[in-house]
């Protein structure tokens, strides 16, 4: 996973609350078998006036001019502003690929789906919980100021203003090592494979019931994979 | 704040000297590993659910670290999302759909994983299947690529739905790395009237605390209305939990929980079977246990609801009238709610049963069960489609579901009166199949989602129960099923 420390960018504002990831990545676009490729398709029913199928040139598309990620000021853009609930409905980290692929390492609003907020810190995504109000006030700062970027520091846990003012935000100090390290997850758990062998050790005494398979599964051999 | 199930075998344990206990708090400590300083817990995971469409990636990236399932006889998997739901002899037209389906054969075949594949009588959406496989079961802990997962929690399983990563590493790991949540009661009393259902709860909860009402909690639904409910209606309940924020939702275990598996075919038997069913009549909140936060509905005051806008907490009572946004004070909500009336082409002060729709859908994991199917055909017995509706579809949950509504001969009353009567799948659910609707389409569906696009761009979803479904495809427009 790709280390997230600091970051200088400008920030793009998306004023509306309860974004889902419906529309984030529409459904169209999960039917690929591979993790990249989604920011093309980053928010497609509101960023193009055509409707938008798997495989259809970006270059041929017709963009929505109204739409905020289209306007020349928020070209380059690497922080997402956005309002309460972000990434709520479907679990697909699609959403989270997308906007990744795009090219946003951060996202600000005052709350997030939990679905969300997790897939995102396994893919390099920073999300950041902000006071609705302190997020309000970035909204007009953004709005009043073409070209507004903020410096994201993530080992002091700060977002640094334009003037200078520096606002600190919480996080899991886990997702922040694991962030801030670039850290494997999978690799970090299988460090305690023992201690998962030794639950399900007890498991197995204790509520055998859980381990039983349906007769056509027993001993199916897997054809592929280390043992 | 004390719950009272009323659950006639509980109470052994409250003297043991232990705090009292919520059933997420039972199910949480049983499955915790380790938990490190700062909280994150290392949580095994029982079953792993698994479909096409969040695998692929999860899988590729088992290969490329060379790593191989924990325990491959914990993952049922199978195909729903993009599945055809008209006559598969010829297999899947779309060739994007096609290939991940093939993926999804592929990965099963070459881990040892066991597959419903298109084609296998048992097919059906992933959280029909888990239930009615028994491959759920009371205690455990259920995972699955998907947000409603929560239907699981049905069965007093602690069941949430997972992005693709954690996919991967309940994979590699059988554990998930998880915080604990907050405990949210959501309590019914009283008893439903006629032609109310779990569904009208869902909602009308939704409608009370919003989408982000449980988001960090699980949700647990008790009370005498939540008792009285079948299995099929808990389902439902729980399967919405996640519209309300709340990744979870759970019903504590009683005889109806235990009645539903019997002789399910991944259930134990004979002995073990009897063990285990001593254990699951613990899995319940203690009397004494605290919730961080409660809320009380009454089921008795609850009218069928119908969804107006485009997120399912934009809800009222079919007889109601679409809500005024010059009458919202907050501002980032009446500008959603604006927005929402646009999309959905909606006046304020428009009486819901004047809504008049092109398109009806019955189905989804949310409610296409054997008894919301009978339901439905209850309404429109007799009866035929309005001529305004250009389709009316029912698509059952599973192979088995479907299989047992013909056996009740419900395809031919949904036949007779116009409906078309379709293959298992998620289908108009989400539209990842040919099933959607055209732009502008207005639908009403007992799915989950009333999003923008979410049936189909530009198409328009007003969420209901399934007789309420029903009753509008007879009359054209909503009617309050309760005096149809
Ligand atoms: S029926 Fe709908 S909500 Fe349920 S799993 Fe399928 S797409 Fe998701």
Redesign the interface.
């Known amino acids: 996973m790709e280390k997230f420390t600091r970051l200088t960018a400008i920030v793009a504002p998306l004023d509306r609350p309860n974004v889902d990831t419906d529309a984030i990545i529409p459904k169209q676009f999960l039917k690929s078998i591979r993790r990249t490729g989604f920011g093309a398709n980053l928010f497609d029913a509101w960023r193009y006036l055509d409707q938008g199928e798997p495989g259809m040139d970006p270059g041929q598309r017709r963009p929505n001019p109204d739409f905020v990620l289209n306007q020349p000021r928020y070209q380059g853009a690497r922080i997402l502003l956005a309002r309460e609930n972000f990434g709520c409905g479907s679990s697909r980290e699609h959403a989270v690929w997308a906007l990744a692929d795009y090219g946003f390492r951060a996202v600000i609003a005052p709350s997030f789906a939990d679905i969300f907020y997790n897939n995102s810190f396994k893919n390099g995504l920073l999300p950041i919980r902000l006071d609705a109000a302190l997020v309000d006030r970035l909204f007009r700062a953004v709005a009043a100021t073409p070209g507004y970027r903020l410096t994201i520091d993530l080992p002091a846990q700060t977002l640094e203003t334009p003037e200078g003012e520096v606002i600190p935000f919480d996080i899991d100090p886990f997702r922040k090592h694991c962030l801030v390290e670039g850290l494997d997850e999978i690799d970090l758990t299988l460090q305690h494979a023992d201690e998962i062998r030794a639950y399900e050790e007890r498991r197995r005494r204790e509520a055998p019931w859980l381990f039983t398979a349906p007769p056509e599964t027993a001993g199916r051999p897997a054809a592929e994979g280390r043992s | 704040m004390i719950p009272r199930h009323g659950n006639p075998r509980q109470g052994q344990e409250g003297g043991s000297g232990m705090a009292a206990r919520t059933l997420y708090d039972k199910l949480w400590d049983a499955h915790v590993?380790?938990t490190?300083d700062?909280g994150?817990a290392?949580l095994?995971i029982?079953r792993h659910l698994v479909h096409e469409?969040?695998s692929?990636?999860a899988f590729?990236g088992?290969?490329l670290?060379?790593?191989?399932?924990?325990r491959?006889?914990s993952v049922l998997a199978v195909p729903d999302?993009?599945v055809p739901t008209t006559d598969r002899s010829a297999g899947i037209q779309?060739p994007?759909?096609r290939?991940?389906v093939e993926?999804l054969d592929r990965n099963c075949?070459?881990?040892?994983i066991?597959e419903f594949t298109m084609d296998d009588p048992r097919q059906g959406i992933v959280h029909v299947i888990g239930p009615e496989?028994g491959a759920t079961?009371p205690?455990?802990t259920v995972v699955c690529?998907?947000?409603h997962t929560s239907t699981h929690g049905a069965f007093g399983a602690l069941a949430f739905?997972?992005?693709?990563?954690?996919v991967?590493?309940v994979l590699?790991?059988?554990?998930l790395?998880q915080?604990k949540?907050r405990n949210l009661l959501l309590r019914v009393d009283g008893r439903l009237g006629e032609g109310v259902f779990a569904k009208d709860i869902a909602l009308a909860l939704i409608g009370t605390i919003g989408?982000?009402g449980g988001?960090?909690c699980t949700i647990e639904f008790g009370g005498e209305a939540i008792r009285a409910l079948s299995m099929e209606g808990r389902m439902t309940l729980c399967n919405m939990s996640i519209e309300a924020?709340a990744?979870a939702g759970l019903v504590a275990v009683d005889e109806t929980t235990v009645e539903y598996l019997e002789g399910r075919?991944?259930?134990?038997r004979g002995e073990?079977?009897d063990?285990?069913v001593a254990?699951w009549f613990e899995l319940h909140s203690d009397e004494d246990a605290l919730f961080d936060r409660e809320v009380v509905l009454d089921a008795g005051c609850l009218a069928p609801q119908v969804t107006w806008g485009t997120?399912p907490e934009m809800v009222v009572a079919v007889t109601e009238v679409v809500p005024d946004p010059a009458e919202e004070a907050d501002p980032?909500?009446r500008?959603?709610m604006e927005?929402a009336l646009a999309y959905m082409d909606l006046r304020p002060g428009t009486a819901i049963t004047d809504i008049h729709l092109d398109r009806v859908f019955i189905g989804s994991c949310t409610n296409s069960r054997i008894e919301d199917l009978r339901a439905a055909a209850a309404v429109i017995r007799g009866r035929r489609v309005a001529e305004g509706i250009r389709q009316a579809l029912v698509v059952p949950g599973s192979g088995l579901v479907k299989a047992q509504a013909e056996a009740e001969g419900l395809d031919r009353v949904f036949r007779a009166a116009g409906f078309e009567w379709r293959e298992p799948g998620c289908s108009m659910c989400?539209?990842?199949n040919a099933d959607r609707l055209e732009?502008g389409e207005r639908c009403a569906s007992t799915s989950n989602?009333n999003?923008?696009?979410?049936q189909g761009?530009g198409g328009r979803t007003h969420l209901v129960s399934p007789t309420m479904a029903a009753a509008a495809a007879i009359a054209g427009h909503f009617v309050d099923v309760r005096t149809f």
């Open positions: 590993v380790r490190d700062n994150t290392l095994y029982d469409v969040t692929p990636q590729e088992l290969r670290a060379g790593r191989r399932p924990w491959p006889d999302h993009n779309d994007v759909s290939l991940q993926t075949e070459a881990f040892g066991l496989e079961l205690g455990m690529g998907d947000s739905g997972i992005g693709t990563s954690e991967e590493h590699a790991t059988q554990c790395l915080k949540s989408t982000a988001t960090g924020g990744r075919p991944f259930a134990p073990l079977w063990r285990a254990d997120s980032v909500r500008s959603g927005r989400l539209a990842m732009p989602r999003f923008e696009g979410r761009q």
